[in-house]
Nanobody, 115 residues
Framework: QVQLVESGGGLVQPGGSLRLSCLAS????????MGWYRQAPGKERELVAS???????NYADSVKGRFAISRDNAKNTVYLQMNSLKPEDTAVYYC?????????WGQGTQVTVSS
């Protein structure tokens, strides 16, 4: 059973930056497209960034130009660099497969953007 462990969240002022990490406990991690999702209070979970097994990236319009997803297959880890953060980026961030079928969700990491 795969486990996903997200880290790197925190409280940051508007305009600030954070780098999230997600460690997957799956030896064939490199074969899967991965994504970062977020869920704000009272809203549905949404996919904000994805990266294929060959490192082709895609972003939601709301984060395009501000967020960057990357992966290190040797470390079974996917990253999300978040710059120019806005209050509307406040949410719990999760990583998972960027697919209709997902692995069990991790605990996520809270990102709060506030002055």
């Amino acid at each position: 059973q795969v486990q996903l462990v997200e880290s790197g969240g925190g409280l940051v002022q508007p305009g600030g930056s954070l780098r999230l990490s997600c460690l997957a406990s799956r030896s064939d991690f490199r074969l899967f497209g991965m994504g970062w999702y977020r869920q704000a209070p009272g809203k549905e979970r949404e996919l904000v960034a994805s990266i294929t097994f060959s490192s082709i990236t895609n972003y939601a319009d709301s984060v395009k130009g501000r967020f960057a997803i990357s992966r290190d297959n040797a470390k079974n880890t996917v990253y999300l660099q978040m710059n120019s953060l806005k209050p509307e980026d406040t949410a719990v961030y999760y990583c998972n497969r960027a697919a209709s079928t997902t692995w069990p969700w991790g605990q996520g990491t809270q990102v709060t953007v506030s002055s």
